[in-house]
């Protein structure tokens, strides 16, 4: 093999390892760029989405709006207790007694009218007595006056007992009227609606300052830093090949082997001939 | 308002509504005064617009509505 030659491959080879090195060395400085790039990019956008969810804070006159708003609600739940505690006891009772009613129990109601009726009764017996004798519960007219008058009174009582249950939650009903549990509704109103505007400008400060794309910053710099790896592979490939093709050629043992780099180093003469035997390495 | 007349205005609502009506009072015209007064005493003259003096009222006078009743029937039977 001519000196020439064998100059020229080593100058082929150091010029590929020169060049592979260089590529390797450029994509690492690359691939740090682009993290440091992302890193400053996602501080960046880190920043903006702080800014923004300190700007979307409640106003100081939001937070005093909300504060008095539930300084009134907790008002009128105290004086909705207050006026619970100051219900008549009658108007209580008047919705135990239409419950007694309604579940066919005697409202005590009509205690009186009872009492009323058995005084009303005792005095009919008297007056029966001294007009028909000792004998009046078994005369026919002592029977018979008896007899009508517990009728009467029972449909008196009966009926009564139909129409106080009306009465009874007429009035009992008035309790809840005085103790609307809509009192504070515009105050819950208003407390919602500023709350919720401070949860919407939250949603839209966090929506609105995206950290996600910026994220995998470091994960592309490292796809980077593989590909210059991978690059570097390729050129020791094409560095092998060419010792490899110098070798056949019989830089090192004499023989040749097809080599299409040699064409690139100027040599195509060579390009083309198969590997001789009995070489060095062979 | 004074206290007797809150006594016998709550003793009236309690015989009223719950039946145990005290022993000086009764469902009768002399009752039926004290308990106007004693509420025009709580809610002014014009008690009637309360409903709750209303309603009160109203009891009592269908409470004694049905003392005149049985009267009558035992008027009637004897």
Same mark, same amino acid.
């Given at each position: 093999?001519?000196? +020439? *030659? @064998?100059? +020229? %491959?080593?100058?082929?080879? +150091?010029?590929? +390892?020169? #060049?592979?090195? #260089? =590529?390797?060395v450029s994509g690492m400085k690359a691939a740090s760029a682009q993290e440091r790039a992302a890193q400053m990019q996602l501080a960046e956008r880190r920043k903006e989405r702080e800014l923004a969810l300190q700007l979307a804070e409640p106003t100081t006159t939001e937070l005093l709006s909300m504060d008095k708003a539930i300084q009134f609600a907790e008002a009128a739940n105290a004086r909705n207790a207050r006026v619970l505690d100051s219900v008549d006891p009658a108007l209580i009772e008047a919705g135990e007694q239409a419950l007694e009613l309604m579940q066919g129990k005697e409202a005590t109601v009509l205690e009186p009218i009872r009492g009323e009726r058995q005084r009303q009764r005792q005095e009919l017996r008297a007056r029966l007595a001294d007009q028909l004798g000792p004998g009046f519960e078994t005369s026919s007219a002592g029977i018979r006056a008896l007899n009508e008058f517990d009728n009467q009174t029972s449909m008196v009582l009966n009926n009564a007992q139909m129409n106080m249950l009306g009465s009874l939650l007429h009035t009992s009903a008035q309790t809840r009227q005085v103790v609307s549990p809509f009192q504070g509704a515009s105050t819950f109103a208003t407390l919602a609606d500023v709350a919720g505007g401070v949860s919407r400008r939250r949603v839209a400060a966090a929506t609105g300052t995206p950290v996600a794309p910026y994220a995998g910053g470091s994960e592309l710099a490292k796809a980077s830093r593989y590909q210059a790896i991978g690059g570097a592979f390729g050129g020791l490939t094409q560095l092998g090949g060419l010792i490899g093709g110098a070798a056949a050629g019989g830089m090192f043992s004499g023989g040749g082997a097809p080599v299409s780099n040699l064409g690139s180093l100027g040599r195509t003469d060579l390009v083309g001939q198969t590997g001789g035997s009995g070489g060095m390495l062979a | 308002m004074a206290d007797e007349d809150i006594r016998l205005l709550e003793s009236m609502a309690k015989g009223v509504f719950k039946g145990e009506m005290p022993p000086k009072l009764s469902f009768d015209q002399p009752g039926r005064i004290k308990l106007i007064s004693a509420l025009s005493k709580k809610?002014? *003259?014009?008690?009637? /617009? /309360? @409903? @709750?003096? &209303? &309603?009160? %009222? =109203?009891?009592f006078d269908k409470q004694m509505g049905l003392m005149k009743q049985i009267r009558m029937i035992r008027r009637a039977g004897s």
């Open positions: 093999m001519p000196a +020439a *030659t @064998s100059i +020229a %491959l080593g100058v082929g080879a +150091a010029a590929v +390892a020169g #060049g592979t090195a #260089g =590529k390797v | 809610y002014g *003259t014009q008690f009637r /617009n /309360n @409903s @709750s003096a &209303d &309603d009160l %009222l =109203k009891m």
